[in-house]
Nanobody
């Protein structure tokens, strides 16, 4: 399986972005999927997860601002990010439970 992320970019504080992650291969419906982020020099940190039954889990620092969703017919997971802050700047990657990470998409929040 491979994951391809898109939708990143430069946005001002308070702005929004909607990230997409499309998975290759089969059995998309059978796995939970998750987003994480990483900045240079730091470990990857969990952002959000969505189960096969659409139950969602979020890191405390994104609760109320980010929303994860999935469209099984498109093999795609989304991350809607609102009220972005400068410390949200990172490379955002997606994966599935026990799977490899994608290359990621850069999100930069700056005035």
């Amino acid at each position: 399986v491979e994951f391809v992320e898109s939708g990143g970019g430069l946005v001002q504080p308070g702005g929004s972005l909607n990230l997409s992650c499309t998975a290759s291969g089969n059995a998309f419906n059978s796995h939970a999927h998750l987003w994480a982020r990483q900045v240079p020099g730091k470990s990857r940190e969990f952002v959000a997860m969505i189960s096969t039954g659409d139950r969602t889990t979020y890191a405390d620092f994104v609760k109320g601002r980010f929303t994860i969703s999935r469209v099984n017919s498109q093999n795609t997971v989304y991350l809607q990010m609102n009220d972005l802050r400068p410390d949200d700047t990172a490379v955002y990657s997606c994966s599935r439970s026990g799977g490899p990470w994608g290359q990621g998409t850069q999100v930069t929040v700056s005035a």
